[in-house]
């Protein structure tokens, strides 16, 4: 097994390790970061369906937390 196969098993199971959460925020960082991973997969394989596919998904999830994170500050 080389390192990209390694990234790519480590972003699988963040990615699945993601949906295992029943906390949304926890959730969506696991998932930001699995997806940053896959990114990085897709790089070293130069896939780079998979790497926009993730980049996308992992940019929602930011803007996500971010509104999660605001409202969150205008509760309080």
């Given at each position: 097994m080389n390192y990209v196969e390694v990234?790519?098993?480590i972003a699988m199971v963040l990615l699945a390790v993601?949906?295992?959460f029943k906390d949304?925020?926890?959730l969506r960082v696991f998932n930001t970061?699995?997806?940053l991973s896959f990114v990085a997969y897709g790089l070293l394989?130069?896939?780079y369906p998979i790497v926009i596919v993730n980049a996308f998904i992992a940019?929602?999830?930011v803007i996500q937390l971010a509104q999660?994170?605001?409202s969150e500050a205008e509760v309080s």
């Open positions: 990234v790519g098993y993601s949906f295992l949304i925020k926890k970061v699995g997806c394989l130069g896939a940019t929602v999830n999660m994170r605001k």
